[in-house]
């Protein structure tokens, strides 16, 4: 099993054992209960209910990729043509101190921002003119920094809209004439719903609306709403921050179930730098709007531009001395 | 020519400082003012009080008015009213000042009397002097209105620039959270800012009593016309509106030279051109794809501003039908009272409680669009109107039957809402507020109130159907139709259209990202709204049997939206009882009380939309939240062994803690105010 240090870090032997092991046999929950291990590890695709294992490697083409993105705001260079690839089936991880263009990177990349020069692409298709919508449509999810709930709907609610929007999107206009919001939820419907509440343990506040919700379970609430929607590409700003250990340990655990089993691409903006060096594939380091470097965690813990723009001290408590010989990272 | 230019300048005049005014009070402070016209209003009849009435000199009533007056009403109105919206949502402050909008003049009138002479002097004096001017003739009133121009544009500028105040007040507008730690009290700059507002107000009343007289009616004229500029200056933009304001005067005043005087179209263009202007405006901002409503303030403010409070932030409703809830047990006794009072009311009364129960057809069209949407359209009274007309057109000149007249008129009229939708929804929930007013002004004057549907006023006669001819069997069809039509709106809200409004009501970033569009999502609400909405207003043409274009005048719907919020604008049932409230009350204060009170209804509706600012959710939601805890608390009470409702906050801490715990949670109030705040989980409260 997996094991997070007081300062949020997974050990290497912790994270070699998920890898290896698969998931945990059984996972507790917050409030002490053992949550039945066929929800959490059994049936990954009643779990997340996507199609079939992808057990090929990374193919070259990357789901999600930037391209000389810059973006200004006024005079100043918010992302200074940055590139970044989201391979399939992988975690790519962003960090940065604040200020960096992190979340200005997901902005871009999510549509939800125009940048001023460079390209985002899916599959290798240009996607930079596109909507924030039609990336969606394309598979795209994501969650936020500062949680974007809809406040007065509940937190199944938010997970049934997620799934709406994905398998029965024609429903916006049907149900108007067909009274169908009456009518009991189809079967389908149902049960995908019931698997991400539980896989999220979200089940005792899923009827509680969404206002109010602590930082931490709003968090959750935004991933359960992303999954909802079988994305190919999830996109998390700082997924960790507001949940305590365990919470983060389950919520790490499911989102690597994502990746093995349903080949989802994540990348992931966290401040937490232990947690992302512990899960990631893939680091790529930005600092004002440039990007420092990009590599094997392994590769960014020994990144001396690294160390002395960003993470200094800090970088050792997370280092791992058995990984201290790997190679030099690329380095912007 | 000249002479065109220069009555056009002093039009633009008055435009720009009315949309200085607007501006400058919407940066500093974070609220547009709906109430400006009231407020302009209220300082001009002040200065008719002094001026005409008293026969004081004019340099005395000016001074008294504008220097005296008008700042300390600003300023008690901004201790009243004003300070309670900071850090509020925007729907709750447009709502807030238009309850002021609707109170304001009758109280004003109340106190003052009221007057039946339509004009009144301005600020030169009778009789007015003549200029000559390059051949050109000049009048005293224009010459004083070019002044007032530039002297406010003088001060204006200087104060703001290189004043100390001036500083502060660009500080707050950029940031208050940091102005106020910096140790400058945004309270006291924002008193300042209010009492600057109600003086520029004023002197724009004043300056245009002359020639489109003085009464509330001319001064929202006034206030839409400077909508337009205030749109073209993507609201912040004090020069451009400025110079926009200018501009309309004068386009406005020189077509007149090459229109003929006499022709119905030059009639029909004159009004015209603000809109016109803002028409422009949108187009162009919509191919620019600009968006509207920014944020005011900094990062540290957005950061620290508190979430919530918005009057129709009320927990969804529980996808299980399961249950036999509260709220559906006093919507059903509720319903039944109304049903009884045809039974048990004369026919006169009954009558009365019919046009209650059809105008609450066409409130539910605010339920719709307000309380749904979380958008203010102020023209559903206009598509009221306009579903009146039409269906009185098809059933009286085309023979149709009066039922399938009403929803076929409707139907025509939806696609107006959806292109007004389109147009603005993409720019903010601002840009509705303003285009839907000025929207609805204009068609009143080119369309309503024109042949062949004004027909001197009476319009065109609108028949019943042959089943229900009497008040009383057409208050029961009238009853049906509102639940039908209230079905409707249930059935929207728990609909995928309507979860997936929710979603882009609350966050359009999330709403975007989840592949869900915020343009489909409002327009089809609003298309929706705009079919209620004409079907109210084709159940209020039956009832009065005559399309009567007169009672769909857009200052009438700024008082029926006052009434729905007051009751709740989220609530099915509150829309009943407000419709019911708006006839009978007036009724009953004409039958029993003094003729002097007749306006006092009015002046309560007005209030009770103010009363939004400290409680948002409306006098249903939160008298049946009181009633809920109630009942929660006697539950509590009678259940040996059942635990007690916890009170802790966040409410979502609880559940992990105990999974036993009651439906009912008390939450900490979510719009920060540390108030306990009731979410009966189980019972609905949108009714």
């Keep these: 099993m997996s094991e997070k240090r007081r300062d949020g870090a997974w050990t290497e032997a912790a994270r070699n054992d998920e890898v290896a092991c698969g998931l945990p046999k059984e996972v507790p929950h917050p409030d002490g209960r053992e949550v039945p291990p066929s929800v959490i590890s059994a049936a990954p695709e009643r779990i997340m209910g996507m199609s079939a294992t992808v057990s090929a490697p990374p193919v070259s083409t990357a789901r999600l990729a930037a391209r000389g993105v810059t973006v200004r705001f006024g005079g100043l260079v918010a992302l200074d043509s940055v590139d970044l690839d989201v391979p399939a089936q992988s975690i790519v991880g962003l960090v940065g101190p604040n200020g960096a263009g992190k979340s200005t990177l997901f902005g871009v990349l999510s549509g939800l921002l125009r940048p001023a020069a460079g390209s985002v692409l899916m599959d290798g298709e240009d996607v930079t003119g596109a909507s924030p919508q039609l990336r969606a449509r394309r598979g795209l999810a994501r969650t936020f920094q500062h949680p974007e709930l809809f406040t007065s709907l509940t937190v199944r609610e938010h997970v049934i809209l997620g799934y709406r929007v994905r398998h029965a999107k024609a429903r916006i206009w049907t149900d108007l004439i067909d009274g169908r919001g009456f009518r009991r939820a189809p079967r389908a419907e149902v049960a995908r719903v019931d698997e991400l509440v539980d896989a999220l343990s979200l089940g005792d506040i899923q009827h509680l609306p969404a206002a109010g919700l602590p930082l931490g379970m709003s968090r959750l609430v935004e991933v359960a709403r992303a999954l909802a929607v079988d994305p190919r590409v999830l996109l998390l700003d700082e997924p960790s921050s507001g949940l305590d250990v365990r919470e983060t340990e389950e919520l790490a655990a499911t989102l690597r179930r994502v990746v093995s089993d349903h080949g989802v691409s994540l990348l992931l903006v966290e401040h937490d730098v232990p947690l992302v060096l512990g899960m990631c594939d893939q680091v790529h380091v930005l600092d004002f709007g440039i990007k420092i470097a990009a590599g094997t965690p392994a590769q960014i813990r020994s990144d001396p531009a690294v160390r002395a723009a960003y993470l200094g001290e800090e970088l050792d408590l997370a280092e791992d001395p058995g990984r201290t010989d790997s190679t030099q990272g690329e380095s912007a | ?687």
């Design chain 2, 1 to 687: 020519m000249l002479s065109y230019l220069l009555a056009g300048l002093a039009l633009g005049s008055i435009y720009a400082i009315a949309a200085g005014s607007l501006v400058v009070t919407y940066v500093a402070s974070g609220i547009f003012s709906l109430a400006f016209a009231a407020m302009a209003f209220t300082v001009a009849r002040v200065y008719y009080a002094l001026n005409t009435e008293q026969h004081l000199p004019i340099l005395v009533s000016a001074v008294v008015s504008l220097l005296v007056f008008a700042p300390l009403f600003g300023m008690t109105l901004y201790w009243m009213l004003f300070r309670h919206l900071r850090g509020r949502p925007m729907l709750v402050k447009l709502m807030a000042t238009m309850g002021l909008s609707v109170a304001l003049p009758p109280l004003v009138e109340l106190a003052l009397g009221h007057i039946t002479s339509v004009t009144a002097p301005g600020l030169a004096p009778r009789p007015l002097r003549t200029f000559h001017l390059f051949g050109a003739l000049l009048n005293a009133d224009q010459l004083v209105t070019y002044l007032g121009l530039v002297v406010v544009l003088a001060l204006g500028v200087g104060i703001l620039r290189f004043t100390d105040i001036g500083l502060k007040v660009r500080a707050l507008v950029d940031s208050e959270a940091l102005t106020s730690l910096s140790g400058t009290s945004p309270g006291r700059v924002s008193l300042g800012v209010w009492a600057a507002s109600a003086t520029l107000a004023g002197l724009a009343g004043i300056l245009i009593a002359p020639t489109a007289g003085l009464s509330a009616e001319s001064m929202t004229l006034l206030m839409a016309a400077a909508f337009a500029a205030v749109v073209a200056a993507w609201l912040r933009r004090l020069p451009v509106a400025v110079v926009v304001a200018l501009l309309m005067g004068v386009v406005t005043t020189v077509v007149q030279k090459y229109l003929d005087p006499a022709s119905s179209f030059t009639a029909a263009v004159i009004p015209s051109v603000p809109f016109a202007f803002m028409l422009l405006f949108l187009l162009y901002y919509a191919v620019r794809g600009q968006a509207g409503d920014h944020a005011a303030g900094g990062a540290l403010d957005r950061a620290i501003s508190p979430q919530g409070g918005d009057p129709t932030a009320a927990p969804a409703v529980s996808s299980s039908l399961k249950g036999f809830k509260p709220g559906t047990v006093s919507s059903v006794v509720f319903v039944l009272l109304v049903a009884t009072l045809p039974l048990v009311l004369d026919d006169y009364w009954s009558g009365l409680a019919a046009a209650g129960i059809a105008l609450s057809i066409a409130l539910l069209s605010y339920t719709l669009v307000t309380g749904e949407g979380g958008m203010v359209w102020l023209c559903q009274i206009t598509f009221a109107g306009l579903g009146a007309a039409l269906a009185a057109d098809l059933a009286t000149n085309r023979g149709w039957p009066s039922l399938v007249a009403v929803f076929v008129a409707a139907a025509i009229v939806v696609p107006l809402g959806v292109v007004l939708g389109i147009l603005t929804i993409r720019l903010g929930n601002l840009y509705v507020a303003l285009v839907t007013l000025t929207f609805g002004l204009l068609f009143q004057t080119l369309v309503l109130t024109q042949d062949p549907f004004y027909n001197f006023g009476s319009g065109i006669v609108m028949p019943r159907p042959s089943f229900a001819e009497n008040n009383r069997a057409f208050a029961y069809l009238t009853l049906a139709a509102f639940l039908v039509q209230g079905l409707l709106v249930l059935n929207l809200r728990r609909s995928t259209a309507g979860l997936a409004l929710s979603a882009v009501r609350w966050s359009e970033n999330g709403a975007r990202t989840l592949g869900i569009s915020v343009l489909q999502s409002k327009v089809l609400v609003s298309g929706v709204a705009t079919f209620v909405a004409a079907v109210g207003g084709g159940f209020l043409a039956m009832n009065f049997q005559s399309s009567l274009p007169d009672a769909f005048n857009p200052f009438l719907g700024l008082v029926w939206l006052a009434v729905l919020v007051t009751l709740g604008s989220r609530s099915i049932l509150a829309a009943l009882a407000a419709g019911l409230l708006f006839y009978l009350m007036p009724s009953l204060f004409a039958a029993y009380l003094p003729t002097d009170l007749a306006q006092v209804p009015t002046i309560l509706f007005g209030v009770g939309a103010i009363a939004l600012a400290n409680h948002p959710e409306g006098a249903v939601a939160q008298n049946s939240r009181a009633l809920s805890v109630f009942l929660a608390r006697l539950r509590a009470r009678g259940g040996a062994g059942e635990p007690e409702p916890v009170f802790a906050a966040p409410a979502a801490a609880s559940p992990a803690a105990s999974p036993a715990a009651p439906a009912v949670v008390v939450a900490r109030g979510a719009d920060g105010t540390g108030l306990p705040e009731m979410r009966d989980l189980t019972a609905g409260e949108r009714t």
